[in-house]
């Protein structure tokens, strides 16, 4: 477990949460993007997939305030490579520090259901970079009991539609998405030749900032967008104090 940078783990005084990682290993998504799979290139580490649960727990314990903490920075811990008595030891520590807000979030949003409800302490999120992965979220995502739930546009590698109603045969069908508490926008970073110009992300993130903005949803812009305007907007619209640079 680590301290983190990521800005949307930060506790409300503005002080840095945590990742904790105890699904060790090469993770099988295989994203292009994914930092961690480079590193353990890099490093020649031990890509075996494995659960390191004792010294998580210790670390765990050792966290006295209140704090965020992102499970699975590293690893998709919603995939079929990932042992169910795992994640039951995983929930069952999220249980036992109801003080602490535990976030997950998952490229295998069809996965969820079968853990739901949540404890009430999680936030369940599902990332989506692209408008078929949005679409399987928001399929998903209602089905899906937890305190907040969550989509993340990490990387945003295309335009997502965010429907408000859906026209059927009986008349007009509302899409409400009262059950979305959150969303996420972010670019891809390094230097990957197949990413989009930053210029077509701004494009799509600000379609997708109307549509959040109309169904009131709160939106959390990361740093590697490169907004003009910082907004860091958490659920329930909990404000930051986060030192700018």
């Avoid at 890099?42 to 494995?50: M, V």
């Avoid at 690893?75 to 003080?99: A, C, N, S, Y």
């Avoid at 945003?156 to 059927?168: E, K, N």
Wanted: proline residues 8%; glycine residues 4%; charged residues 25%.
């Amino acid at each position: 477990m680590n301290r983190t940078k990521i800005e949307w783990v930060r506790n409300p005084d503005g002080s840095q949460g945590y990742t904790a990682n105890p699904v060790k290993g090469y993770c099988p998504m295989a994203c292009p993007y994914c930092y961690a799979r480079r590193m353990y290139d890099r490093f020649g580490w031990d890509k075996t997939i494995r659960f390191n649960a004792i010294k998580t727990v210790d670390e765990l314990a050792s966290i006295k305030k209140p704090s965020r903490i992102f499970w699975g920075s590293t690893m998709e811990l919603f995939g079929t490579w990932i042992e169910d008595r795992w994640l039951k030891h995983i929930f069952h520590m999220v249980e036992l520090t109801p003080q602490h807000t535990h976030i997950f979030l998952t490229k295998r949003p069809e996965n969820l259901v079968k853990w739901s409800p949540f404890p009430e302490n999680c936030w369940v999120g599902v990332s989506a970079t692209n408008d078929n992965m949005a679409l399987e979220a928001m399929l998903i995502l209602p089905k899906i009991e937890a305190k907040v739930k969550f989509i993340s546009f990490e990387p945003l590698h295309s335009a997502i539609t965010l429907p408000v109603a859906v026209s059927l045969n009986l008349g007009s069908f509302h899409y409400p998405l009262e059950w979305l508490d959150w969303l996420i926008i972010g670019s891809e970073t390094g230097n990957r030749k197949e990413k989009p110009p930053l210029s077509e992300v701004h494009k799509w993130a600000k379609e997708i900032i109307a549509a959040a903005d109309e169904a009131g949803i709160p939106v959390f812009l990361k740093d590697n967008l490169k907004w003009p305007v910082v907004r860091r907007e958490f659920p329930k619209c909990q404000s930051l104090t986060i030192p700018q640079a």
